[in-house]
C-alpha cells in the first residue's frame, strides 16, 4: 500500500509539472487578412500577433528575453518586407536595451548577416528573414515577470498576388544573432513552447472578387471595367489574377475548373451592375 501511495504522488508531481510547463509558451494568435484561416489575401499587408504566456513560470522571478522567428518560403514565394513592432505591453517594461532586429540570410546555408535598419524580404535578395525580439535589464528587479500573460509583437509581412499557390511560413530561428529561443534569469532559464512552423498558400484574390486591373482594394471601379473589355475585345493584357476577373464565379460555380474561357461580358456586366445600376454585392474570393 505505502509503494503504491508513493507511485501516485510521483505521478501527482510529473502531472503537475507537466501542467506548469505547458503554461510557459509562445502563441501565434493570428494573422490578418486571410482567408479560411491557411489563404493570404495576395498583394496584402499580413499583420502575424504573438502572445507571451508565463502563467507557470514562479511569479517572483523576473526574465530576460531573447527570442527570434524566420520568415521564409519552401516553395519560392516572394515578399515585399518583413517588419517587427514591439507592442506596449512588452515595451513597457522598463528595459535597459530593447531589441527588434531584422536579419537577411541569402540563399544557401551560412549565418545571418549585419542587422538591417527595416526589414527586408526576397524582394531585397534574402530567401529568408529573420526577426529578434530581446529584452536585456540590468536591474535583477526588471524584466519580465512570471505570470505576465500578454500581446508583445507583430511581425508585418506584404504578399504578392503573382505567387498565387505558393507558401509564406513562420517558425523559431535559433540562428538569428541572439535568436537563442530562451527567457533567462539568474538562477536559470525557460524555453518556452512554440506550436511549431505554420505556413499560409497565397491568393491573389483578396475579399471580394472584381480587382481585375490588380490595384487593389476591395471595391472596384471604373478602371476594373476598362480591364476587363480591353482583355476581352481589345488586346489588352491579361489580368494576373484570374479569381478576380471571374466576377460571376462561372468557372467555379458552373463550370469547374476554372480557365480564361470562363472570363466573358458577362462579368463586365455584373461589374457594371455593381457599379452604376442595382449596385449588388460582389461575391467573396472562391
Same mark, same amino acid.
Request: net charge negative; charged share 15%; with cysteine.
Given at each position: ?30 494573422? +490578418? ?8 489575401? #495576395? ?16 511569479? &517572483?522571478? *523576473?526574465?530576460? $528575453?531573447?527570442n527570434g522567428w524566420k520568415? %521564409?518560403?519552401?516553395? !519560392?514565394?516572394?515578399?515585399? %518586407? ?16 530593447? %531589441? ?17 535598419? *527595416? ?5 531585397? #535578395? ?15 528587479? !526588471? ?10 509583437? *507583430? ?16 517558425? +523559431?530561428?535559433?540562428?538569428?544573432? !541572439? #535568436? ?12 518556452? &513552447? ?18 481585375? *486591373?490588380?490595384? /487593389? /482594394? ?17 488586346? #489588352?493584357?491579361?489580368? &494576373? ?10 468557372? $467555379? ?10 472570363? +466573358?461580358?458577362?462579368?463586365a456586366s455584373v461589374l ?15
Open positions: 500500500m505505502k509503494a503504491k501511495s508513493i507511485v501516485y504522488s510521483v505521478l501527482l508531481v510529473i502531472a503537475m509539472c507537466s501542467a506548469v510547463l505547458a503554461q510557459t509558451e509562445i502563441t501565434l494568435v493570428g494573422i +490578418t487578412n486571410v482567408t479560411e484561416d491557411s489563404v493570404l489575401a #495576395g498583394g496584402q499587408s499580413h499583420v502575424i500577433s504573438l502572445r507571451y504566456d508565463l502563467s507557470g513560470a514562479p511569479i &517572483d522571478r *523576473n526574465y530576460l $528575453t531573447a520568415i %521564409y518560403s519552401p516553395d !519560392g514565394a516572394d515578399w515585399l %518586407y518583413v517588419q517587427g513592432e514591439a507592442l506596449p505591453a512588452f515595451s513597457s517594461l522598463d528595459w535597459d536595451h530593447l %531589441y527588434v532586429s531584422h536579419f537577411d540570410k541569402p540563399g544557401g546555408s551560412g549565418s545571418f548577416g549585419l542587422p538591417l535598419a *527595416n526589414g527586408g524580404g526576397n524582394a531585397s #535578395g534574402g530567401d529568408t528573414v529573420g526577426v529578434l525580439l530581446a529584452g536585456i535589464n540590468s536591474d535583477p528587479g !526588471g524584466g519580465l515577470p512570471g505570470g505576465f500573460v500578454d500581446m508583445v509583437f *507583430n511581425i508585418e509581412i506584404s504578399s504578392r498576388r503573382e505567387d498565387a499557390g505558393l507558401h509564406i511560413c513562420i517558425d +523559431t530561428c535559433r540562428q538569428v544573432p !541572439g #535568436g537563442s529561443w530562451e527567457w533567462a534569469q539568474a538562477d536559470g532559464l525557460i524555453e518556452p &513552447d512554440w506550436s511549431g512552423a505554420v505556413c499560409w498558400v497565397v491568393s491573389c484574390c483578396a475579399g471580394h472578387v472584381g480587382d481585375v *486591373n490588380g490595384v /487593389g /482594394g476591395d471595391d472596384p471601379t471604373i478602371g476594373d471595367i476598362s480591364a476587363l473589355i480591353d482583355f476581352l475585345f481589345l488586346g #489588352g493584357d491579361t489580368p &494576373d489574377c484570374l479569381d478576380e476577373a471571374d466576377v460571376n464565379l462561372s468557372g $467555379t460555380l458552373v463550370n469547374p475548373p476554372l480557365d480564361w474561357s470562363d472570363v +466573358t461580358i458577362s462579368d457594371i451592375d455593381h457599379l452604376f445600376i442595382d449596385k449588388p454585392e460582389l461575391a467573396d474570393c472562391p
